[in-house]
């Protein structure tokens, strides 16, 4: 089990280091974001544990820049700022978990090893249902030739529903995965990020992509025209 530490704070990269190595792992260090960033590129990892605040590069970067390389080892994130929007942008730019400063390192070992159960599947470059198409590396959707602007939530979101096309989702699966595994406010915000996408593609084009599967939640399909 290889992991990558990201951290600039050498004293704490360095504790991380040494109690991981006691917990079995195999561990590099980079101290910036240029240096983590060509490291997880360059070789292999089994999870990467990225901070945000970095030199050269924020941890931001990194991880938009890995994703659009399309390198999907697990990334958590790991950090001093503790807002939700921070979280947001972590989770809408691929990061796999986050967690903030201070944290129990008995926290951090059973995130790491959680991940790894998960391991990295394979994410096709672009995702599509019908005349729909999402590309995940550009952030981009189109709706045939016709470019459809979302947030990033909505973009998350989309890209979850398409990546479990003709699957019946739970509002809970959509938190854990869009919004965050620790989420803890009203679930009733799926309902209205869907109408939101609904809105954008599917009104426009009579189209009804996203499904209301009474009882359980909702499920993407190839599209139907009204």
Do not use: C
Not at 85 to 95: I, P, Q, R, S
Not at 134 to 161: C, K, M, N, W, Y
């Amino acid at each position: 089990m290889r992991l990558l530490i990201v951290e600039d704070e050498r004293e704490f990269a360095e504790t991380l280091r040494r109690g991981l190595v006691a917990e079995g792992f195999t561990v590099d260090v980079a101290h910036t974001g240029r240096e983590g960033l060509w490291r997880a590129t360059e070789q292999e990892y089994d999870v990467v544990v990225l901070d945000i605040m970095l030199p050269e590069l924020s941890g931001y970067e990194v991880l938009k820049r890995l994703r659009a390389a399309e390198n999907w080892t697990p990334v958590l994130m790991l950090t001093a700022k503790d807002g939700e929007y921070d979280e947001a942008d972590a989770f809408d730019l691929g990061a796999d978990d986050y967690l903030s400063k201070p944290f129990s390192f008995v926290v951090l070992i059973a995130r790491l090893r959680a991940l790894l159960r998960r391991g990295a599947p394979a994410r096709p470059a672009v995702l599509e249902a019908g005349d729909l198409r999402l590309d995940p590396s550009a952030r981009t959707v189109h709706r045939g030739q016709q470019r459809i602007e979302l947030t990033a939530r909505e973009f998350g979101l989309l890209e979850f529903l398409l990546r479990r096309a003709g699957t019946a989702l739970t509002k809970n699966e959509i938190l854990s995965h869009v919004w965050d595994a620790h989420y803890d406010g009203d679930e009733n915000v799926v309902e209205v990020y869907i109408g939101y996408l609904r809105r954008k593609i599917d009104v426009p084009f009579g189209t009804r992509t996203i499904e209301t599967v009474r009882g359980v939640g909702y499920r993407l399909v190839d599209v139907t025209r009204s």
